[in-house]
């Protein structure tokens, strides 16, 4: 079973469609682990980010993800990283196919609704980063 973390973004926030976006997850058979509000900070943003943290957008892309609080969840399945990965679309809304996240609720690169995990290595990270062993249910 493979692990992977979604967040839902304040622009995801701001819209409303905490609800329907996780009902998109449930219905592709993925399942809930954990999920918490979590407010970001630039020490974790500036881990979370560390391969961004030399572009242009770093500092726009941080006081984003800082300007609400975000929905933080890990969902458990079979293939569930690429699952979530093809049910969010690509970082582009504009690039995202219909029926997807990003390209049903996305605007553009900065404002793309969800982040979710990019491989097994990046999940289990960002799982450590967000939750403790025993919130893992
Ligand atoms: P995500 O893939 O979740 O993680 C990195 C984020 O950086 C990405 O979503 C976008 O929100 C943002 N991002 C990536 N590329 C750009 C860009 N060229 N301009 C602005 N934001 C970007």
Same mark, same amino acid.
């Given at each position: ?51 961004? +943290? !030399? ?11 800082? =300007?609400? #609080? &975000?929905? @933080?969840?890990?969902? /458990? ?25 990003? +390209? !049903? ?11 979710? =995990?990019? #491989? &097994?290595? @990046?999940?289990?990270? /960002? ?11």
């Amino acid at each position: 079973m493979e692990q992977t973390v979604v967040l839902i973004k304040p622009d995801g926030m701001e819209k409303h469609v905490v609800g329907q976006i996780i009902d998109r997850f449930e219905r592709a058979g993925l399942v809930i682990k954990n999920l918490k509000l979590v407010q970001l900070t630039q020490e974790i943003l500036d881990v979370w980010y560390a391969h961004h +943290k !030399d572009k242009p957008f770093f500092p726009e892309l941080s006081a984003q993800m800082m =300007s609400t #609080s &975000v929905v @933080a969840m890990v969902l /458990e399945g079979d293939g569930a990283i690429q699952k979530v990965f093809d049910i969010c679309g690509p970082t582009d809304p504009q690039e995202a196919v219909a029926g997807t996240i990003r +390209k !049903d609720y996305g605007v553009d690169k900065p404002h793309n609704v969800v982040h979710r =995990s990019d #491989s &097994v290595e @990046a999940a289990q990270k /960002e799982i450590g980063w967000i939750f403790k062993p025993e919130e893992l249910y």
